[in-house]
């Protein structure tokens, strides 16, 4: 079974820093794009940052580029990330997903087939 599991959320306060991890497991982990995602309070889910198939690209949204990085460990089976700066607007449920149709990206989440469950981050002011 294909399955993803987030973790690393927590508290943190403006300015800090939390590294997230997904694991996954029952797939190959290079044949999938996996992406992180997150949805805040009466918000609608939103990519954050994503890593394409066979690792050749990594992409981040804008609200948070130059703070968060994605990386992924193969022997690990694990896909990281690493938020820096954080602000009160990053507070969220982080979820990571994943899908082998994609090559490359995509920020919509009805594209991809596996989810994990989230992970909650918040940053306090």
């Known amino acids: 079974d294909v399955q993803l599991q987030a973790s690393g959320g927590g508290l943190v306060q403006a300015g800090g820093s939390l590294t997230l991890s997904c694991a996954v497991s029952?797939?190959?982990?290079?044949?999938?794009?996996i992406g992180w995602f997150r949805q805040a309070p009466g918000k609608e889910r939103e990519g954050v940052a994503c890593i394409s198939k066979k690792d050749t690209k990594t992409y981040a949204v804008d609200s948070v580029k130059g703070r968060f990085t994605i990386t992924s460990d193969v022997a690990k089976n694990t896909v990281l990330l690493q938020m820096n700066n954080l602000k009160p607007d990053d507070t969220a449920v982080y979820y990571c997903?994943?899908?082998?149709?994609?090559?490359?990206?995509?920020?919509?989440?009805?594209?991809?087939?596996?989810w994990g469950r989230g992970t909650q981050v918040t940053v306090s002011s």
């Open positions: 029952g797939f190959r982990f290079d044949d999938y794009a």
């Open positions: 997903a994943a899908d082998q149709r994609l090559y490359d990206c995509s920020w919509l989440p009805y594209e991809y087939n596996y």
